[in-house]
């Protein structure tokens, strides 16, 4: 079973590019997250879905942009890198609803130099 | 709003030792919990979750954790440590407001020891 599904793995961009990072899943779940993690924070949710067509700001958003494309599909979107954006991000998904467990992908590392 | 605190970074033991990794939690509306763990150069995946009912809960890989309301405490225990759950273990409550948004620990990095 593929899960959530994410790319690039690996990504370096120089500073003031911009990319995209594509996130997929194939358990017909309704939420859709991207997390940042980095040494010493934890996870920092950046924004979430909570069903296709709807987006919302998560606790570190500014930066970034995302899309929710459809059911499947959630991209997060970095317009113009900065080197604070250095970090491992983290697509998620869940059924949605309180309590209910959130899946994570493998993550991509993105470098910004 | 909630939040969760693991104390310290980094936790080593010896194999077949006991694992404890201590997690305390903030909220204003009882609380969903949950542990995850993350193996190297992986995403995290569920170990336990408390949402009602049974205050002691069974995961995978032979942990537990016991939700305390009185000391607001949700830790998570192992008896007998093993190699492979060398890993990071993170703590996590659900937010405020009926959300399925998750707010994480720092997180807490355990060395198994031969």
């Known amino acids: 079973n593929a899960g959530v599904t994410q790319t690039p793995k690996f990504q370096v961009l120089k500073t003031g590019q911009s990319m995209t990072l594509q996130c997929a899943q194939d358990?017909?779940?309704?939420?859709m997250y991207w997390y940042r993690q980095d040494p010493g924070m934890g996870l920092r949710l950046i924004y979430y879905s909570a069903s296709e067509g709807t987006t919302d700001k998560g606790e570190v958003p500014n930066g970034y942009n995302v899309s929710r494309l459809n059911k499947r599909e959630f991209s997060l979107r970095l317009e113009s890198a900065a080197p604070s954006q250095t970090s491992v991000y983290f697509c998620?998904?869940?059924?949605?609803?309180?309590?209910?467990?959130?899946?994570f992908g493998e993550g991509s590392w993105l470098t910004v130099v | 709003a909630q939040s969760v605190t693991q104390l310290g970074s980094h936790v080593s033991v010896s194999e077949g030792a006991l694992v404890l990794l201590r997690c305390n939690y903030s909220?204003?509306?009882?609380?969903?919990l949950f542990w995850y763990v993350q193996y190297p150069n992986q995403g995290l995946q569920l170990l336990l979750k408390?949402?009602?009912?049974?205050?002691l809960v069974k995961g995978i890989n032979g942990f537990e954790a016991e939700f305390k309301k009185s000391e607001t405490s949700f830790h998570l225990t192992k008896p007998s440590a093993h190699m492979s759950d060398a890993a990071e273990y993170f703590c996590a409550v659900a937010s405020q407001g009926g959300s399925e948004k998750l707010v994480f620990g720092k997180g807490m990095k355990l060395t198994v020891n031969p």
């Open positions: 909220s204003s509306v009882p609380p969903y």
């Open positions: 358990m017909n779940h309704n939420s």
């Open positions: 408390y949402t009602t009912g049974a205050t």
């Open positions: 998620a998904s869940s059924e949605g609803g309180y309590g209910n467990t959130i899946y």
